[in-house]
């Protein structure tokens, strides 16, 4: 099962919009709770979280309607809203995990097409919700909907695509998710009542219906699991597009299913194993640091952005477009200064953007923004990358543990990134700061990590163990 050619091309264009949904459900939270002033009416008081004020009201101004005007968000529930977003990161992080494992079990096409149908049934849902814990319930079903495409959607991808194209579209797997986000302020800027613009980036999930007809089994997973008949007929139908023969393909998967039967089993790693021996564990630690770094850093500057002046359509337009070539540009990065000097390098981006803007906090409202919209850039190129190294440095055995534990803690740090956010209302260079130090400490923790471009993956524990050890002289 080598290079699936043009075959491919209509599987990623079937997963295109789900990875714009996934965007798109992810940080909607910018303008469903998008910053709105509050004011007190009554005689005399200025102070709207006073017990003086009997009569508040909101600037309906830019936005008709958001979860803070509708629910009172504010004062002392101010914390509600920030609460939801990290419900929903959540949400991602256990449908993750769950869709992970019953695509394992039962397949990757049921997985996939479970996860888009409950996607649209609770998105759909959320725009009725009556009351904020209702909201919050089923912001949490569709985030974990959502985590479940995010995953399966990507294997999927991996397993049908060939080994010659897989490293450059574990890369380009994230431009559907940043034109997604960049679209996010177009629909905000025509639809200004929360729950129309909930119902409008959740009905493009209608057409999820007829993927029943159009995404097929991967032939990979039915090849591990013994399904040989189903797997050759679904990689003759490819053959037969490409115009390739297709007489050979089912002796050489009985071939290759015999070789395959007759190997000894390797013994399969646990998590706790990438904690055994020192330097597996010092690599583990490390990359995870840049998956919450770079989690906390992309989500939590989206969202700061529009807690800054200016106009918030274009301010985040601008923020989130630079995210394609980010993506793009990470491709020639890593390809010739390496999964590891880039790391550094865009960490540090961010880094250096967001500290100057602790110290430019209180300068004109433009540079503040272009400070921020560096930060995030920077991150938009540490995302994929994140994704490619952290395929690579784990050994075999233990790589999806490896992989599941870093997604696992970097949807921590997109958990952490609201009430980060937050902290600005205290003083406002507090959270520059801190999405600004942790991105100099990711710097220094991947000094520690070795480079995998151009080198055989390790395989066993002993490789992981061994692999980017400087040799004794």
């Given amino acids: 099962m ?62 008709k309607s958001t979860i803070i005007t509708e629910w009172d968000l504010t004062c002392d529930h101010k914390f509600l809203a920030s609460l939801s977003q990290s ?48 909201y919050v319930v089923f ?23 060939g080994p010659k194209r897989r490293e ?4 380009l797997y994230q431009i559907p998710f940043n034109l997604g986000h960049a679209s996010l302020p177009l629909f905000s800027y025509f639809i200004r009542t929360w729950r129309w613009f909930h119902f409008s980036i959740t009905i493009f999930s209608a057409v999820f219906i ?17 399904r040989l008949d189903e797997s050759v007929k679904i990689l003759e139908k490819i053959a037969k597009r490409n115009r390739a023969p297709t007489d050979t393909i089912r002796a050489e998967m009985d071939t290759a299913f015999k070789a395959l039967a007759a190997k000894t089993p390797t013994k399969k790693g646990t998590m706790i194993d990438l904690f055994r021996t020192p330097y597996l564990r010092l690599k583990t630690i490390c990359m995870v640091i840049d998956w919450i770094v770079v989690c906390m850093v992309y989500y939590g500057t989206s969202q700061y952005i529009s807690k800054l002046g200016g106009d918030i359509f274009v301010n985040n337009a601008i923020g989130a477009a630079l995210g394609v070539p980010g993506t793009l540009l990470c491709i020639v990065m890593t390809k010739y200064l390496g ?47 994140a994704y490619l190294w952290g395929g690579e440095i784990f050994p075999t055995v233990v790589r999806s543990n490896g992989l599941g534990l870093c997604s696992m803690f970097g949807r921590v740090g997109g958990l952490l990134a609201p009430f980060i956010c937050d902290l600005s209302h205290f003083k406002p260079w507090i959270t520059p700061l801190v999405f600004g130090a942790v991105s100099i400490i990711a710097v220094i923790g991947t000094i520690f990590l070795p480079e995998t471009r151009g080198m055989p993956l390790p395989e066993t524990l002993e490789d992981g163990e061994t692999f980017g050890r400087k040799k004794e002289a």
């Avoid at 803007?357 to 433009?366: E, G, K, N, P, R």
Wanted: aromatic share 12%; glycine share 8%; proline share 4%.
């Fill in 2 to 63: 080598g290079d699936l050619g043009r075959k491919i091309i209509p599987v990623e264009k079937t997963a295109d919009p789900i990875i714009s949904q996934i965007g798109w459900h992810t940080l909607a939270h910018i303008f469903l709770a998008a910053p709105t002033e509050l004011s007190c009416k009554t005689e005399n008081v200025t102070n709207p979280c006073s017990k003086d004020c009997d009569e508040k009201e909101f600037d309906t101004s830019i936005f």
């Fill in 87 to 134: 419900i929903v990161m959540m949400g991602i992080m256990f449908g993750s995990m769950f869709f992970g494992m019953i695509s394992d079990r039962f397949g990757r096409r049921p997985a996939f097409l479970g996860c888009c149908y409950m996607q649209l049934i609770s998105g759909l849902i959320v725009s009725l919700s009556p009351y904020y814990w209702f």
């Fill in 139 to 161: 912001r949490f079903l569709t985030a974990f909907a959502t985590g479940g495409t995010m995953c399966t959607s990507f294997v999927l991808i991996m397993e049908i695509i």
């Fill in 168 to 171: 450059l579209v574990a890369i």
């Fill in 210 to 226: 007829i993927y029943i007809c159009l995404v097929p089994e991967s032939p990979r997973w039915l090849y591990t699991q013994g």
């Fill in 339 to 385: 999964r590891r000097i880039t790391m550094m390098i865009t960490n540090a981006i961010s880094g250096v953007a967001l500290l100057a803007l602790v110290f430019l906090i209180y300068s004109d409202m433009t540079i503040q923004v272009v400070c921020a919209v560096i930060g995030l850039f920077g991150a938009s190129i540490t995302f994929p990358n």
